[in-house]
């Protein structure tokens, strides 16, 4: 696939998000409250705006940096939205630095294009696809704090959240919970799809077996909680593994066919 930025009115709002998640990454520790939600507020809505307009065009296209780029809306508006109901999470914007670099590979690798679509049902299976990779992503940054916070408990140092460590956890694993649901339709649609679709097509492939073994573990994640309690690095560790995962199946199988081979989907 060759590197290619499209017009300026699809360029300038990514742009503007690029630049409003750069600002709240380095200076939200110093801009005070009011300002940080009004800057990540106008700067999601430019993120969003752009992704609107990307999605808009004719013929839809389709790849890994978009997937990011919506990935990385929907962590960052997500967490937005917990630290007005939970203040206690404090506002630490330093997981807005993550929108910078997939807001900008979305703009240099818009994606495949797809001049028909096999089934008007398509857009639903990738609906799916993101919102797994959002709330698993959020689940993610979630695993990141709790090990941040029992890391500082056992230097005696102060927790960098002031949520109690079983209330993040319990918050995380709504997310897992979410996650776990959402890419098991993921994977039933793509399934009914390719039957109905491509009834002779094979259905096994790099993309399915990564994003098979990200459910599984997710699986086993959630057995293990509910029948021994899991929780504290396992837990951690699992939704690091699982994380993995699902980004190779999806974005490292196109990353490979778009940037690597250079080649559609």
């Keep these: 696939m060759i590197v290619t930025v499209g017009p300026w009115w699809t360029v300038a709002p990514a742009l503007g998000a690029a630049v409003g998640y750069a600002a709240l990454a380095a200076g939200a520790a110093s801009l005070g409250r009011r300002a940080t939600t009004g800057i990540m507020l106008a700067t999601l809505v430019l993120h969003g705006l752009a992704l609107a307009v990307a999605f808009g065009t004719t013929p839809v296209r389709f790849g890994f940096a978009p997937t990011l780029s919506v990935t990385a809306w929907l962590v960052l508006a997500i967490y937005a939205v917990e630290t007005r109901l939970y203040p206690q999470l404090g506002t630490r914007w330093t997981l807005a630095g993550l929108g910078v670099p997939a807001v900008l590979l979305a703009l240099l690798f818009p994606g495949t294009p797809y001049p028909t679509l096999a089934s008007p049902w398509l857009p639903l299976h990738w609906a799916l696809g ?17 090990q941040r916070s029992e890391a500082a408990i056992r230097r005696g140092a102060t927790q960098p959240s002031a949520l109690p460590l079983l209330a993040l956890e319990r918050l995380t694993f709504r997310f897992v919970t979410g996650a776990f649901v959402l890419l098991t339709l993921t994977l039933a649609a793509g399934w009914t799809f390719t039957r109905l679709l491509q009834p002779t097509a094979g259905w096994i492939t790099h993309k399915t077996v990564f994003t098979a073994l990200s459910w599984a573990v997710l699986a086993v994640l959630l057995w293990g909680r509910w029948r021994w309690g ?19 199946g999806y974005v490292g199988s196109h990353f490979v066919l778009e940037v690597i081979l250079r080649r559609g989907a």
Excluded: N
């Excluded at 993101?130 to 709790?146: K, R």
């Excluded at 899991?230 to 190779?248: E, I, K, P, Q, S």
């Design 130 to 146: 993101f919102a797994s990779y959002g709330l698993l992503g959020a689940a993610v940054a979630h695993a990141w704090m709790i």
């Design 230 to 248: 899991w929780r504290g690095r396992t837990a951690v560790r699992m939704l690091y593994v699982a994380g993995a995962l699902l980004l190779l």
